[in-house]
């Protein structure tokens, strides 16, 4: 549902899709490998995005860590390569889905607080019930303070979204997508707004 969403806003309907905690077939751990399983990660569609997932969990261990880091930092990279003009406007959403208590806060805080300033927002969905697993998400999400780095470094904005799957299970999915996505459209604005002073473009 959440993808589903997504992709009517984009135009090209073509997706980066990377792994995290992955064992790969030469026995190393990756924290960052393309799950279509080729040099470029982009995926055309949903649809292409859940079958790399499908291939890539038939020959890919699962591993720990949960370093959150290089994917975050990853993405960054990937928003910085275009350049945002009255006339190219976009604005990145990175979907995160994870099954484990993250063991890289301190630079995952500090990768989100540099991004904050980038035309991106984070959304990260905890898959599973361990509810101890998932408590060092909500620091992420920094609705009601500013996320800091331990060098005393604030984010300009909050641009964490953080909902535990299993609080949604038995809810239409539409109302998981709608909550994920709420604090989106207030992204975009105050980045436009505040930081890059653009002007938003109308959608017709």
């Given at each position: ?34 799950l ?33 880091t ?55 969905v ?12 909500d620091?992420?999400?920094a ?62």
């Amino acid at each position: 549902a959440i993808g589903g969403v997504l992709q009517d806003y984009d135009s090209d309907k073509l997706f980066p899709a990377l792994g995290f905690g992955g064992r790969l077939l030469d026995g190393t751990i990756s924290f960052n490998f393309c799950l279509n399983g080729q040099p470029n990660p982009t995926c055309a569609g949903i649809d292409g995005v859940i079958h790399a997932y499908t291939q890539a969990i038939r020959v890919i261990g699962l591993a720990g860590p949960t370093n959150f880091t290089p994917l975050i930092r990853y993405f960054m990279d990937l928003t910085r390569r275009t350049p945002l003009t009255p006339h190219t406007q976009f604005y990145n959403v990175l979907l995160i889905l994870t099954d484990g208590a993250i063991t890289d806060m301190d630079q995952t805080k500090e990768a989100i607080v540099e991004a904050s300033m980038l035309p991106m927002s984070i959304i990260i969905v905890g898959v599973g019930t361990s509810a101890a697993a998932f408590k060092a998400m909500d620091a992420l999400d920094a609705d009601n303070e500013r996320l800091t780095t331990q060098s005393g470094k604030k984010a300009v904005r909050d641009i964490v979204q953080f909902v535990p799957f299993a609080k949604f299970v038995n809810v239409p999915p539409e109302r998981l997508a709608a909550h994920l996505l709420k604090e989106v459209p207030d992204n975009v604005v105050e980045y436009l707004n505040t930081i890059c002073k653009i002007k938003p473009r109308p959608s017709y």
